[in-house]
């Protein structure tokens, strides 16, 4: 099992999907916006975005396949280019059945503890 910093609670999968955020501008304003899965695990993931959130912003994360919806919020930014950030964000409750992933690591069951 990974050590330290890098040790993670439930297995990573690598899933390109769109989803969708709703999240508030710094005037509160709520803004939709589209994001891309790059890898997903049963407590969050991490997206590519076009624009900037911050640390601890909550946002409203939507999958659009089956039109779930579940509260997160922001853990990570890193630049990913000249416009995009990378998102590491985590839901506020784990929820393994979010991804439509039909054989889902062995860790996510047993993801329900906190």
């Not at 790059?38 to 959130?53: D, E, M, P, S, W």
Request: charged content about 25%.
């Amino acid at each position: 099992m990974e050590q330290g910093a890098n040790r993670r609670r439930s297995e990573r999968v690598m899933l390109c999907m769109t989803v969708l955020l709703l999240a508030e501008d710094e005037e509160r304003r709520q803004h939709q916006l589209e994001a891309q899965t790059q890898v997903v695990n049963a407590h969050g993931g991490l997206l590519k975005i076009k624009t900037h959130l911050h640390v601890g912003q909550s946002f409203l994360l939507t999958n659009p396949r089956s039109t779930a919806e579940i509260s997160c919020h922001v853990v990570r930014i890193e630049e990913a280019g000249r416009e995009d950030f990378h998102v590491a964000f985590e839901f506020d409750r784990p929820a393994p059945d979010f991804w439509p992933i039909v054989f889902p690591p062995a860790d996510w069951v047993a993801s329900q503890r906190v």
